[in-house]
């Protein structure tokens, strides 16, 4: 199983980012897949959710109306799609796999919200 990151950066409050997670390694259709991100001195922590026909998805609460989540079956890769970035979304973001008993993260990437 691999996961990779990409997408991320430094953009300004109120601006967007695309960040995608190519997977191989398994069947990618057949897995929900997941967002979390990880700030400095704190958790790492849920973002959002996709089912793995991407017909469910939830999403935290801090980032509700603002983030969307999609994947494409296709290209094995899940998208994270930021809008409205806030100086508190910054962090390192990680896409994960829950896969027979255990949890598969990517390398993340580096979401920088700031002016």
Do not use: H
């Not at 959002?48 to 509700?64: H, M, P, Y």
């Amino acid at each position: 199983v691999q996961l990779v990151e990409s997408g991320g950066g430094l953009v300004q409050p109120g601006g967007s980012l695309r960040l995608s997670c190519a997977a191989s390694g398994f069947t990618f259709s057949r897995y929900a897949m997941s967002w979390y991100r990880q700030a400095p001195g704190k958790e790492r922590e849920l973002v959002a959710f996709i089912s793995s026909t991407g017909g469910s998805t939830n999403f935290a609460d801090s980032v509700k109306g603002r983030f969307t989540i999609s994947r494409d079956n296709a290209k094995n890769t899940v998208y994270l799609e930021m809008n409205s970035l806030k100086p508190e979304d910054t962090a390192v973001y990680y896409c994960n796999l829950p896969y027979f008993g255990r949890d598969y993260w990517g390398q993340g990437t580096q979401v920088t919200v700031s002016s």
